[in-house]
Every structure is written in C-alpha cells, then in structure tokens.
Antibody, heavy 120, light 107 residues
C-alpha cells in the first residue's frame, strides 16, 4: 500500500526557517518524481515544486512564489522527500502536501498534509 | 503561466442528480488534465488523469472529457459521499496550475 506521511510543520516567525519531510512507503520511491503542493486556509491548491528522480539527475522545479526561498531535496536511501523553507512569509501559511507523480506525470497519491503557520 | 478557470465556483444539487463541472485552460494543454476531490479537513484525492482516465478504485459514476482547452467532469448520480470540492489541474507545463475549485453542496 502506497503511503506518504508528511511531518515537520508548526509555528514559525516571519523570516524564519522550517524543514518539512515526507516519508514514503509501499512503492519504489527512487523511480518517481515527487511534488509539494500547498493550500492556504480556506483557499485552493497551489503547486510548490517538484523533485525529479535519479534518472533525471534529481533536478527540481519551483513556483515563482517560492523560488530562491524554498529548496526541495530527497534521500532515496531513506525514501524521503524534503522541503527546506527559508525566509518564510505570512503568506506561506498553509497545509503542505507531498504527492507522488505517476508515470504519465499526473498525481496518483497524496499525503495527509502538515500545517505550517507563519506568524509573529 | 497557464490559467485554469473552473465553473461554477459552487453549485447546489440533490442526491441522484447528474452534475457537470467545467474547466477551461488559457492555452491548449492537449489531454494533460487531472481532476481531484477534496473533502473538508482532508487531503485531495486523485479522480481522473489524462482528461478521461479513471484512477484505480474510483467509481465509474465519475467521468471526464475534453481536450485542448475545454474539459468537463461529470458525476452521473450524485451520492452523499460526493459532496466535496473538486479541482482541475494542468500538468502540461510549469508551473503546474490548478483551477479555483467547485464546491458541490447539498440542495
């Protein structure tokens, strides 16, 4: 059974940093691209970024709103995806989800999400 | 960026109704479109990919159609468990973008 479990959320002050993790199980993590998607309270879904797999040199893509502040990485030996968030702003407050990217570049599984609150 | 516009933003329907939600892309995306269902306080659930293909385990009352810029999600006979918010997403090009959502409520 595919499982994605996010962790690391919490309360952080503006300008601070936080690192989210997504622990994957039930599939060959190293074969898959993985994404982060967020949802501000009461709002819609927003794509944050992507980590490609080893076959594609672990390259990454980011939304303009987080580029230069957020960094996506992965550790295939630990079946884990990470989101390092620096220079956090109040508008980064959201539930952050990791999602598995299927063979056809669509999402097939989502984690349960972790809440990040940026507030003084 | 490709803008995704969903309509309506909300609708009220009764159990047993046929419901159709539309999604329009600001430029052609071929069939690189997915639909998701989200219930309050829960993670999104993947329903449809490649515009019309059902994810494994998704009941056949859900169907998708379209190509290019215009897409639809249809629920053939609305059941109580289908009341939720539905989102479309294009995955043709970066940045990936979502529609604003359609909230399906009980009439």
């Amino acid at each position: 059974e595919v499982q994605l479990v996010e962790s690391g959320g919490g309360l952080v002050q503006p300008g601070g940093s936080l690192r989210l993790s997504c622990a994957a199980s039930g599939f060959s993590f190293s074969d898959h691209y993985m994404d982060w998607v967020r949802q501000a309270p009461g709002k819609g879904l927003e794509w944050v970024g992507r980590s490609r797999n080893k076959a594609n040199s672990y390259t990454t893509e980011y939304a303009a709103s987080v580029k230069g502040r957020f960094t996506i990485s992965r550790d295939d030996s630990k079946n884990s995806l990470y989101l390092q968030m620096d220079s956090l702003k109040t508008e980064d407050t959201a539930v952050y989800y990791c999602a598995r990217v299927g063979r056809g570049y669509y999402y097939d599984y989502w984690g349960q999400g972790t809440l990040v609150t940026v507030s003084s | 960026d490709i803008q995704m516009t969903q309509s309506p933003s909300s609708l009220s329907a009764s159990v047993g109704d046929r419901v159709t939600i539309t999604c329009r892309a600001s430029q052609g995306i071929s069939n690189n479109l997915a639909w998701f269902q989200q219930k309050p306080g829960k993670a999104p659930k993947s329903l449809i990919y490649a515009a019309s293909s059902l994810q494994s385990g998704v009941p056949s009352k859900f169907s998708g159609s379209g190509s290019g810029t215009d897409f639809t999600l249809t629920i053939s006979s609305l059941q109580p468990e289908d009341f939720a918010t539905y989102y479309c997403q294009q995955y043709k090009s970066y940045p990936l973008t979502f529609g604003g959502g359609t909230k399906v409520e009980i009439k």
